[in-house]
Structures are given as C-alpha cells and as structure tokens.
C-alpha cells in the first residue's frame, strides 16, 4: 500500500464550547470559546497555529462563523486557510486539514464547525430557517421538491426510511434504537440537550413529522461550536493531552451527488464515502472499538452501520434492535456521548470530538482499551468519514 | 390538499422551465438526448450520457410508480396543510427518471410502495405542477 498522506496528520486538541437549546449568543463568539479551549488543550498557542480549516465557511444560523472571522478575532498568522460546502460533508473540514498539514502548507491547522441553529433557527421570529429547511425559492436540484413541501431534510430521509422498511422489513421499534441508545449515553454527557430517559415505547408513542420518521427520529437544533486542532505528527509526542492518530479518510462522491437522484433508494452516498476509507487501511471494520456516526435523523445511522460494514446491507434493523450490539458494553459501542438526537445537532463534530475522548481514555462512557474509532458524519450526498487510532497512524 | 391549493415556490432556470410550463397542454414533458435518446432529469445543458447538447423536451406517457413516499405530519411550509404525501415516482418510459411529486386523489392511507399512478396538473400562477394520482382515476 502506498504512503497514506493522512497518517502524516494528528489531532493535537480537541474542545467544544458551551451547548445549548437557546444560548442567544453569536456564532464567532462560540467559536472563539472552543478554538481558544482546543488551542490550549493542544498545548499551543495562537501564535502556533499557522491554518484554519471550517465548514461550510459562512455565517447565519447553519453556518455559525466564517474562518475570516476566527481569524481575525484571534489575529491569527496564518498560511493556509479553507473552507467550503462543497466537501465530502461536515467532516471535509478535517479533512481539508489533514491535507495541508500532509502537503506542508501548514503545521497547526484550527478546525472548527459551529451551529446556531437552536437560538437562530424558526423559533426566533424574524429569522431564516435553520435544520435544513429554508430552502424555498431555490432554482438548484431542490426545485424539485420544494413545489411539493419537502422543505427539509426529514421529508427525504423519510423518503429513504420507508422503501428501507419496504425492502427489508426495517421496523420503527429497530429505527427507535438509535434514539433510544443515545438518549441513554447522553445522561452522562453534561452538555447534551436532553437527558430524561426515554424508552422504547415513549418513542413509538412520540408524534409523526414525516411518516415513518418521529419526533424522536430527528435530530435537535442547538448552538455550540466544536474546535480541533490538526497538527503534523512530529508534534505528537509533545501534545499533553494525548494525539489522536488518522488512519485512514473516506472522500468518495461515486454515484449522483443528489438528495433525491441517488440510484438506490435504501441507502445514500455514505456506502462509496465508507468504502474509499477502507480502501485506505490495512484495518478492518472487526479493528473498530466504537463508532460515532451521523444521526441527524436516526435512518442515517442505520445507513452508516451498514455502509461501514457493522452488518450486511439491510440488516442494520436487526442489528441495532433492542440496542444491545451497540450498548456501552456491545460489539460496536455506538455515539456515546448522545448523538445529535439527544446531545445536540453539532453537525457531526460532536461526534468527532466523542471520537478523540474515547481515543484519550477520557470519554464519560469509556471503552475500556480503545484504540480505532470509525466517525462518519453526513446523510445524502454530503459524507464523509475518518478511521482514527490511539496514538499516531 | 386540492381545492385549497399550497404556494408552490416554483422557481425554475432556463433549462427546467419547460417541465413546469409542460401541463398547460395535458402533457407531461422529461429532457431526452437526441443522439442516444436517453432520458435525462433533472434537465441539464448537454446529455451526461454521450455529452450530446441536442437535448429538449419530450412528451411522456405520465404514468408511473410509486418508488418510495413520506406522509407529512408537519407543515413544513405554511399552506401545505398536513397530512399530505411526498413521493418519488419512476416514469414507464425510464424509471432512473424519478420524479419528485405529492401523490393526490387518493386516501393518505392508501398509498403505497409500487402503486400505479398517472399525471395531473396544477396551476399556479404561471406554472403547471406535475402532481399524480392513482393510475385511472375517474376524472370529475
Ligand atoms: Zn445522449
């Protein structure tokens, strides 16, 4: 196997802001507090840090804060700096990263994703839409659906869901485990949204938002900013809190880039994104101690068990029903810090930065000896993953 | 939902103009490649099959299936009064031509995977917007 360039990159620091339902605080204002937190959580400074990498790169209440303005905020100095929508989904600002710091451009890339979308979203009067809607008017591919009050993503995801329930006999009580479980990991996580315990039977008994997807089944708005810093793996014996090695990075977009013109209706573009990353590593999906993945809406996770591999295609139902496969103690601990159902929709980092505490031994649900985490974030055709190892790759 | 029509929020570009203007003869209308004939949608500047820019409309049968659905609970845009149906329909003609549509005249319970359906039309302003209805609806 030829060099893999991201195993030239680590994660230095990791660290998030304040999250809340409501904070009513700016984007660069979370960001600043959870850059600044990573930063020294790295053990740098900001006079270390020569990059910034974001997405998607603008502000508003999906958009939080731009790189210029955590740049300027912190009067950075810097070589390289991105930012973009257009990537292999949230976690293309990673990724971005790991390449400049793999090319030399730079050699402490600040990483950060922050939402307002709690505090910014519908439910302040006067604002745009948040969560994915808000797309009305749009003369790009939603044009096609927006005429039809598919306005959000639920209304897609629900559309995949259903043909997944009508194909392998998926049922709500197997879908209802990915909010169950999370809800159950986030009372140990003091930043999650909503802790009160939820069973089973309170999440069929939850409300209908885009048949068969539920209350439950969708993700929940909140403000927060999550921060990592991307440094070159020379710097990793000197990062005090432990580097985070990258094994591998899954980038592929291999059918149509396309909410709605995917070719197959039971799964989204995550089955190439997670393939291209196994074809970067000599590790096995058997290698991965926990997962963290996307559950924006609950379905998403169960297309990324089976895009990753945990089960064969169609077979994440069963796999996850009841919840014990992917319990704290299972074979695939699975979004322990919560997820975004309960611990807020941060757009993939938290479960990124859930990634990084599991890897540390510092996670509020630790697995015991873990050493591969497998993080995947993203639904329809904006995906994107990371394999990473305890210790440089 | 009919009678009672939602904002439709059309907003086409030059290439999809023609498939929201189709209805005004009764006839639906997808994108076809005229060197290989392939069936094209969402419409574009040039076949992505051969590359061909001899692309233009065609009328289609306007019947189909339904591939997948979702029933709304929610109003996610006002005046889309819930429950209504969002479905992808797959034309006869070529079913990788899915179609984004609401599935109406029918019981919300009704609908169903691999359901027959035809086209119908709505008005609004100066769009007529596909709509679909189960295959051999009595017309009023
Ligand atoms: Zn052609």
Request: charged share 20%.
């Amino acid at each position: 196997m030829s060099e893999r360039m991201e195993r030239r990159a680590v994660i230095s620091g990791a660290a998030q802001s304040e999250v809340g339902r409501r904070l009513y605080r700016t984007g660069i204002d979370l960001t600043v507090e959870a850059a600044l937190r990573a930063v020294e959580d790295a053990g740098l400074t900001t006079a270390d840090i020569d990059g910034v990498s974001t997405y998607p790169g603008f502000g508003g209440s999906f958009g939080g804060a731009m790189g210029a303005e955590l740049h300027e905020a912190l009067r950075l100095s810097l070589n390289w700096r991105s930012a973009g929508v257009e990537t292999a989904g949230p976690l293309g600002a990673v990724h971005n990263a790991i390449l400049g710091v793999a090319t030399g451009l730079a050699r402490h890339v600040l990483v950060f994703r922050t939402v307002v979308e709690g505090s910014g979203g519908p439910l302040r009067p006067g604002s745009g839409g948040g969560g994915g809607g808000g797309m009305a008017g749009s003369a790009g591919p939603f044009q096609f659906m927006i005429p039809y009050g598919a306005a959000s993503a639920a209304c897609w995801v629900a559309c995949y869901a259903r043909r997944h329930m009508h194909d392998y006999g998926t049922t709500r009580t197997q879908l209802g485990a990915i909010a169950v479980n999370g809800r159950a990991n986030a009372v140990a996580n003091p930043k999650a949204i909503y802790t009160d315990p939820m069973t089973i039977d309170d999440y069929l008994a939850v409300r209908m938002v885009s048949d068969p997807l539920c209350l439950y089944d969708c993700d929940v708005p909140c403000d927060g900013s999550t921060a990592v810093v991307v440094s070159h793996r020379d710097y990793a014996p000197d990062a005090p809190a432990g580097a985070v090695g990258v094994n591998a990075m899954g980038t592929a977009i291999r059918g149509r880039p396309s909410w709605d013109q995917f070719d197959d209706l039971t799964s989204m573009m995550m089955r190439h994104t997670a393939a291209s990353m196994w074809e970067r590593t000599e590790l096995t999906v058997d290698d991965v101690d926990t997962a963290q993945l996307y559950d924006g809406f609950s379905w998403l996770t169960l297309a990324w068990i089976e895009a990753m591999g945990f089960c064969g295609k169609g077979e994440s139902g069963a796999f996850v029903e009841g919840g014990v496969n992917i319990g704290p103690d299972g074979s695939v601990p699975l979004n322990t810090s919560g997820g975004q159902l309960s611990a807020g929709r941060l757009h993939g980092f938290g479960h990124l930065h859930e990634a990084v505490m599991q890897l540390r031994g510092a996670a509020n649900i630790q697995v015991p000896g873990c050493e591969v985490v497998a993080v995947g974030a993203g639904g329809g055709p904006e995906t994107g993953c990371l394999l990473l190892t305890k210790g440089p790759s | 939902m009919r009678g009672d029509n939602p904002p439709r929020f059309v907003l086409a570009s030059s290439e999809s103009e023609f498939y929201w203007r189709s209805g005004a003869d009764g006839r639906l209308r997808i994108q076809r490649c005229g060197e290989c004939s392939r069936w094209v949608h969402p419409p574009g500047p040039a076949c992505p099959f051969c590359h061909s820019r001899r692309v233009g409309p065609e009328p289609v049968a306007g019947t189909g299936t339904v591939a997948t659905y979702t029933i709304n609970r929610k109003e996610w845009i006002p005046g889309f009064t819930p429950p209504y149906v969002f479905a992808f329909v797959e034309l006869d003609e070529d079913p990788t031509v899915r179609i984004g549509t609401n599935i109406v005249d029918c019981e919300i319970d009704k609908v169903e995977i691999g359901m027959r359906v035809e086209v119908l039309f709505e008005e609004s302003g100066e769009w007529h917007v596909p709509l679909f209805r189960p295959a051999g609806t009595e017309t009023s």
